[in-house]
Structures are given as C-alpha cells and as structure tokens.
C-alpha cells in the first residue's frame, strides 16, 4: 500500500486512519477485558507507542499527549484496580519505559526528517546551480546560446500573440567589429573584458522585456518583444550611436568599441536555425559594408 502513496501528506492521512483505527479496537477490547489491568496496560502502550510513530505531531507535543495519556491510563488503573504495590510499579515502569522508547524513536525520526530536508535543499540548489552553468555563459553571465534553443517556443508564441497588429519580435545579431585587432593588441585577458563590459552593455541598454544571448566568441543575440519594424531599428541604431558616442570603460583603460547589427523578423514559418539564419546574413551584410551599421533581412 505505501508505494502508492504520492507524498508525504497522502501518507500522514493514511498513518492517522490507521492510528484511529487502533486507538478504537484497542479501547473497545479495554471495555471488554476491563477487569485485566495488565491488558488495559499493554492497550495503552500500544496506542503511546502508535502516537509516536503517527508523525501527526512534532516531539514536544508527542511527548505532552502520551505522557498525558499514560499518567490517566496509569490513574485509572490504581483507582478503580485492587493491585499490589509490585503491579503498580510493573504498570508505572511500563508506561515510563514506552514513553522513553517513543521519546528516542520520535527524536531520531524528526532529526532523519530534518536531514533529508537539508539535504533536498542541497539537491535542489544544486540542481539550480547546474541549470544555471547550462544555460549561462560563465564569462559574462548572461543567458547562452543553449538557453535560447529552450527559449524559442516563447518567442514563437508571442509572435502568434501579435499577429494582425504592428507588433512583431525582432532577432538582431550583435558581432564587435576588429575583436581580433583587440586581442592581438590588447591581449586575450582584455578581449574578455571587453566582452563582459560589451554584454553589460547591452543588458542595460534594452528594455526589460527584451532578451540578449551571449552566441558565441564575440556574437550576441538580441530579442525585441512587440516592436514594429521601425522601431527595432531605431532601437538598434540608438545602441550603434552608443558605442560610438562612449568607449568601453575597463579596469585601467578605455576602448573604442563598434559593432555590426544584423536584424530578422520572426515569421510563422520560422524555426530557431531559420530565424537566426537570416539575422546572420544581415549581419553579414553589414560587415561586407562597412562595419558599424545595422542591416535588416526579410
């Protein structure tokens, strides 16, 4: 029966049904055989016992209910029971006994509880964690390449959402125009920071409900959400005049930094590969003429 219980709420109902169902026969059969104070005893510890293991309760309150339980058991008992001093102290050592099993029994559960719910913590930071290597790029800790593959059925329904209206969702490909000419200059560890500071960039540059990628070496992907096509290009030619307007600040220097932007609308035939194929060729485009410009591809 345990294996088709769900979870841990299924399995306390179904712990209480079978307490209260104990809890009754036993007192039925303390009815029946009320003269045998031992039976009367033995019914009790079962049901401290049963309390103990329900997990109804937490430790302290298990501890105040069948303490409380066992000393009216234990009354009972002495005043309506004609019982030597001996029986009396075998009844008492039985119900302190119980309680101090139940107590041990109760605590060891709760800290095995508590353990295995660190532990689910652990396992389930961890796993974040693991999302997060998978789809964040470790040097600018943005999304990656991989998280827009996972991403796309999102584009593509709110592309459906816009449709009949001027809105539409752009993908512009960013590519640093001379990176190369920068590493050979500068050195790879100030190429990286030129792509950290090139990605901060353009993260605080859109709007919130905009979307940029890290694609790879030095190309980034941009998503314009609900943009007509005027205003993608605007937007993108506002981050060109950006760049040229403002040098990349390092940590002990600063760069001038340009970039070509190739821009595709997402189109209901469109795939992932097909979209941002077309993105690239734009970009292409822009690199053949010039560099520092923004070409568009239908």
Do not use: W
Not at 28 to 39: N, Q, R, S, T
Not at 199 to 221: C, P, W
Not at 248 to 270: C, N, Y
């Amino acid at each position: 029966m345990l294996r088709h219980l769900k979870n841990v709420a299924s399995f306390r109902v179904v712990t209480f049904i079978l307490t209260a169902f104990i809890f009754a026969n036993l007192q039925g059969m303390v009815l029946i055989y009320k003269d045998d104070y031992f039976l009367h005893a033995l019914f009790d510890i079962i049901i401290v016992i049963a309390i103990y293991f329900s997990t109804l309760f937490n430790v302290l309150l298990s501890i105040f209910l069948c303490s409380l339980y066992s000393l009216t058991g234990f009354l009972i008992i002495y005043v309506s029971k004609d019982i030597d001093a001996y029986s009396l102290f075998i009844v008492g050592m039985g119900y302190l006994a119980t309680n101090l099993t139940g107590v041990i029994i109760s605590i060891h559960e709760h800290t095995l509880k508590r353990r295995f719910y660190y532990r689910k913590e652990c396992l389930q930071n961890f796993a974040a964690d693991m999302k997060n290597m998978a789809f964040q790029d470790p040097l600018t800790k943005i999304n990656n390449r991989r998280a827009f593959y996972e991403s796309f059925v999102t584009y593509q329904r709110m592309a459906n959402r816009f449709r009949g209206s001027d809105s539409d969702v752009y993908f512009v490909l960013a590519d640093i125009d001379y990176f190369k000419k920068i590493n050979d200059e500068y050195g790879h560890d100030v190429g990286d920071q030129v792509l950290v500071c090139f990605a901060h960039f353009l993260k605080n540059s859109i709007h919130s409900t905009d979307q940029v990628y890290r694609f790879g070496g030095e190309e980034f992907l941009l998503i314009f959400e609900g943009y007509c096509y005027q205003s993608a290009i605007q937007r993108t030619e506002e981050l060109i005049k950006a760049l040229n307007e403002k040098p990349l600040k390092l940590d002990d220097l600063s760069i001038a930094v340009t970039a070509s932007f190739g821009l595709a609308v997402l189109k209901d035939s469109d795939t992932d590969i097909s979209v941002v194929s077309r993105a690239d060729k734009a970009l292409y485009q822009a690199k053949r003429s010039g560099r520092n410009r923004l070409c568009t591809m239908e």
